[in-house]
């Protein structure tokens, strides 16, 4: 899967060639927060995050995933169980996710969305935030483990 992961990078980072560093560090801190379980702090940073990124089509597939990332820090936050908070990608979206499978296939869509969201969101970071390169390194490692529990619907076993 480590295969996976870089040729994903590589297929982003066309379409994410780069954020003011601001936006960046803002983007990395989204993902580091919710990652060391500081809901309330990952809610702020997406929602700060989604008032610098500029439009465009990539950056409304990021801008989704952080609402992603938010809704589910809000509902952790408040310890509210969903199965599905609300958003979700749309179809012109998917095209930037890293796992693509049918809805109808997924055991649980609600966290492939988040977990779409938190890859794009680590490999838009990774790509646009150097600042932030060694706090998301440690993370590369989860990523992965992330995307092999996809491997079977992804065709790749």
């Given at each position: 899967?480590?295969?996976?992961l ?97 809805r ?22 990774l ?31």
């Amino acid at each position: 899967m480590e295969r996976f992961l870089d040729a994903y990078i590589e297929r982003m980072r066309p379409h994410f060639p780069g954020f003011p560093p601001d936006t960046a560090h803002e983007i990395a801190s989204a993902f580091l927060a919710f990652k060391f379980g500081l809901y309330a702090n990952a809610a702020r940073e997406c929602t700060n995050a989604i008032a610098l990124v500029p439009d465009g089509e990539s950056n409304r597939a990021l801008k989704k995933a952080l609402e992603i990332i938010r809704a589910n820090a809000q509902d952790r936050e408040n310890s509210v169980v969903t199965a599905d908070p609300g958003a979700a990608f749309s179809p012109a979206e998917l095209a930037y996710v890293a796992v693509t499978i049918p809805r109808e296939n997924a055991e649980d869509p609600g966290t492939l969305n988040l977990d779409n969201a938190l890859i794009l969101v680590y490999v838009v970071a990774l790509i646009t935030s150097p600042d932030d390169d060694e706090a998301l390194e440690e993370h590369h490692t989860l990523i992965v483990r992330m995307l092999r529990d996809y491997k079977k619907a992804l065709g790749l076993e």
